[in-house]
């Protein structure tokens, strides 16, 4: 952008001239523009409607739970659905379809419970960040909790054999031991792709996840069919279970809130027993001296206590006043004929020679 400014003052005169002011801009990259959008979020969306258990919701729970429990009827009483699975089964789609074989085993890694989990915690954990809240990261928590409660439970307690480790041809293999109805991919791909639906932030993002996590789970459980690891039954029990705890989470929301409040008041706490200053030392009762009673010969002794270390204890003289002592050990003899300084001395004869004549 080039500015021209045509006059300028010079003391009483104007004399025209052309300045050009050039300013530069950085160039913004998209990374930039995305931050920059999301700083204009605000922080704690205040439009957020917190799910409630409706009337609506209350049919949808109890008209999933009845087909729920119609499915396993029709398994235990070995009728059509059962025969449904042989027919499936003796099909063979992974013979059928070999060359979609290497993208369905990559696919179905989207139901598994592990790798999903660590993908919607990432995200939800970077919505709860940015929102100031732990909601998100709390919902994922209780819908998995759940989920593996109920699923697992229904497991364990039916103990139905895969299409792998079936016995008989044309039984429900019932009560052997298994562990795959319901399907516990297709349930967790429900759940796990549906709880980004459930805490969408406007209706419109709702919809569109709501279709993604319908289509996702329904491609999963399709995938588990055609590598023949559960019958398709196991499959519309496992989307049903998925929908269940989906529809059920709403009576959930009181007490992950309650945590949410129980979270942030032990973090205010901590934080407020880190700021705390230090507790003070107690202060020193001070000590006394005594008045001085003694008589006086008993100074130099009080004050030879109070002598630093590094000095000898008792009195001390000047060195003009201290008596010469030889070494212990020194190698010089000793002179008997010298006599010490600042005394008066007799002049010695001289030796050899007699009086003067």
Not at 60 to 70: D, I, K, M, S, V
Not at 307 to 333: C, D, F, I, N
């Amino acid at each position: 952008m080039v500015i021209t400014k045509p006059w300028i003052r010079q003391g009483t005169e104007l004399t025209r001239c052309n300045v050009d002011w050039v300013r530069t801009e950085r160039n913004l990259t998209r990374l930039d523009r995305v931050f920059a959008r999301l700083d204009r979020e605000p922080e704690r969306p205040a439009h957020i409607d917190v799910p409630k258990m409706s009337r609506h919701r209350v049919a949808l729970l109890a008209g999933t739970l009845a087909f729920y429990l119609a499915i396993v009827w029709l398994v235990v009483i070995t009728s059509w659905l059962v025969r449904l699975d042989w027919q499936v089964m003796f099909f063979r789609p992974y013979q059928q379809w070999a060359g979609i074989h290497w993208f369905v085993d990559y696919y179905v890694v989207l139901g598994q419970r592990g790798p999903t989990a660590v993908m919607v915690a990432a995200w939800l954990g970077w919505r709860s960040w940015r929102q100031h809240t732990l909601r998100p990261l709390l919902t994922l928590g209780a819908s998995l909790l759940l989920l593996n409660i109920t699923v697992g439970a229904a497991k364990l307690g039916m103990g139905r054999l895969g299409p792998h480790y079936a016995t008989t041809v044309g039984s429900n293999e019932m009560g052997l031991g298994g562990d795959i109805f319901p399907s516990g991919h297709t349930a967790n791909a429900v759940v796990t792709w549906g709880i980004l639906a459930y805490l969408a932030s406007t209706p419109r993002a709702r919809r569109w996840l709501s279709a993604v996590s319908a289509v996702t789970s329904l491609g999963v459980g399709m995938a588990t069919v055609y590598l023949g690891t559960h019958w398709l039954s196991d499959v519309l029990l496992g989307w049903t279970a998925g929908l269940l705890v989906l529809l059920a989470l709403p009576w959930c929301e009181p007490l992950i809130a309650r945590a949410e409040t129980g979270i942030f008041d032990l973090r205010d706490r901590w934080r407020a027993r880190r700021r705390a200053p230090a507790p003070l030392s107690p202060v020193e009762t001070p000590v006394r001296l005594k008045p001085r009673t003694t008589a006086p010969q008993n100074e130099t002794a009080a004050r030879s206590a109070r002598a630093p270390v590094y000095l000898a204890p008792g009195p001390h003289t000047a060195r003009s006043e201290r008596t010469p002592v030889t070494p212990v050990g020194s190698r010089r003899p000793p002179h008997s004929d010298r006599v010490p300084r600042g005394t008066n001395s007799t002049a010695r004869p001289l030796t050899g020679g007699g009086p003067p004549s």
